[in-house]
């Protein structure tokens, strides 16, 4: 075992810090090789923690809800890591992180371990460098790890395959039929938290997120919806509550068992597909430049490149 | 030359259907090298079309405006293909589907052709049968084809690299500031269009677009804010007119070019990335259930699993 796995494993902190950037810096195409063994000798030593995914809309309360979840879960005893992911716009990123600054409060606490990971990466990169961080912190030692992720984009998706429990945050008032619609977001929610429950318009919004929930036939796990208001706290006792539910649904019944066995085969999809693309990336990379140019001359085209390029592997 | 492939060229509308299934089958990891010889044979003759996306989110009228948009390009003497990118969730398929029903008005004219697409497909499914699809038409002599997509999760992304003009719809009283912020729409923006123009606030989404707009240094193309009421068609002209002064950029600048290149060099990486992932996937597939026993059994892991896959290939 090398000199930073073992630190991983005992929860040391600049040691964690360091392996998340080496996963960093592998989603960016470089030093894939490091991570790969570094994730093969730490990955025996995970599956103690349990892995919550906070998603929703920009401005729909996370960061808060997050803050107070740790509080939750600290006064339980339970060690706890957040990995919080940045959207990618530079537009949006100054906003997001002012929110986020409110949680620093709890990085005195040794066991809390905070870390914001960029969504900047190419296809794949979001999932595989937050899926190795989560990885990291649960080998480390973590009891709870909480994903906090902008619901835009891909990230919804792939947080269904790193969560083991995936709360999806609305709030009245921003458009609720939208976020509620959303592409897919029926099928990723495990929980569904209406945050800024004092606001007008929260039971309208429970009400029809648990009318939409009626539609699902067959389910095997209905998603509770929970009002919180996470500025002063309320509502977060029940929120821990359901999330221990669904925790015991994964577990204990076949259903849940069958989940678990879905998320390994999207996890191996996942792992596999990464590391193709740098294989395809470094054969491609090799005479790229002569092949755009023979391209825009019509010479030759994407389909033709493909099938040489394939040959050569 | 395949008797598929002269029909395609011949603009027949029942071989451009069949072969346009024949991709749509391809995402579904099947038929791949039937729809591989279409796609070689047909590239050749492709390049005439000029390629629009139009994104946005749901209910800010982008069906009713490729309507207008279709009818425009019609009054010109244009051929027109259009591509309806459906969302995935089952939730808000129907709404969707009731929009795009005026749309048909225009399939009795046979130099219009409509096409729905599923966006079902897995890892880089929607691009590739999209990206397919608009080759096809091209092939079959199209001058213009239009790509509709919602703009949720990947599709959003997927469409810059496929389309040569991108306009993004906003809409007045649908969350502006969320649209605009919304993680790298700024970046695919080729034009902005804001819709339903007679409703209170557009103005002020106008204004608020163009200012972010002015944040973007040394861009060489800043993307014009279009206003238009689709409904009646007004602002239609104006729309049309700045999608042929972004064509005239594309076409006539360096940096125009150098976008041609980099949309080659990922017409080449998503090819070969979903090349690989179908060679992965019979890989993987081939010992699935036991090795996925073992992982929960913790006899074996996705690394080392993942590593043995990649020695098969």
Same mark, same amino acid.
């Given at each position: 075992?090398?000199? #930073? ?12 810090? *360091? ?9 960016? *195409?470089?030093? /894939? ?8 000798? $730490? ?8 892995? $919550? ?26 060690? /706890? ?7 990618? &716009? ?6 997001? #992180?002012?929110?986020?600054? *409110? ?8 066991? +809390? ?8 990466? =190419?296809?794949?990169? +979001? ?38 429990? /995936? ?15 959303? =592409?897919? $977001?029926?099928? $990723? ?50 929120? /821990?509550?359901?999330?221990? &539910? ?31 693309? +740098? ?11 002569? *092949?755009?140019?023979?391209? #825009? ?17």
């Amino acid at each position: 075992m090398s000199v #930073l796995s073992s630190k991983i494993l005992n929860g040391d902190v600049r040691g964690i810090a *360091r392996a998340i950037s080496i996963m960093e810096n592998k989603t960016n *195409r470089t030093g /894939v090789s490091e991570a790969e063994e570094l994730m093969k000798e $730490i990955y025996p030593h995970t599956g103690n923690a349990w892995i $919550i995914g906070i998603t929703g809309s920009p401005g729909s309360g996370k960061s808060t809800l997050t803050d107070k979840l740790i509080e939750q879960f600290r006064t339980e005893g339970k060690k /706890v890591g957040v990995i919080a992911v940045d959207p990618s &716009s530079p537009f949006s990123g100054g906003a997001i #992180l002012a929110d986020r600054i *409110r949680m620093q409060r709890h990085s005195d606490d040794p066991e +809390v371990y905070i870390r914001s990971l960029g969504a900047r990466g =190419a296809l794949g990169g +979001v999932s595989n460098g937050t899926r190795e961080t989560s990885l990291i912190l649960d080998a480390s030692g973590k009891d709870i790890i909480i994903i906090e992720t902008v619901g835009v984009g891909q990230s919804e998706i792939d947080i269904m395959r790193i969560a083991d429990t /995936v709360c999806v945050v609305l709030v009245p008032g921003l458009g609720d039929e939208i976020q509620i619609m959303k =592409a897919g $977001i029926m099928e $990723i929610a495990d929980v569904f938290v209406v945050n800024k429950a004092d606001r007008d318009g929260a039971d309208k919004v429970a009400r029809e997120t648990r009318a939409m929930l009626d539609l699902l036939k067959n389910k095997d796990w209905i998603p509770p919806v929970v009002l919180t208001i996470a500025e002063d706290g309320s509502g977060l006792p029940e929120l /821990v509550s359901k999330i221990d &539910s669904h925790k015991k649904f994964m577990h204990d019944t076949e259903a849940g068992i069958e989940r678990i066995e879905r998320r390994l085969n999207s996890e191996v999809e996942n792992l596999l597909l990464s590391r193709l693309v +740098v294989r395809a990336w470094q054969l491609w990379g090799e005479n790229k430049s002569n *092949r755009i140019k023979d391209m #825009l001359e019509l010479k030759t085209n994407p389909y033709a490149i493909v099938d040489e390029i394939i040959k050569n592997i």
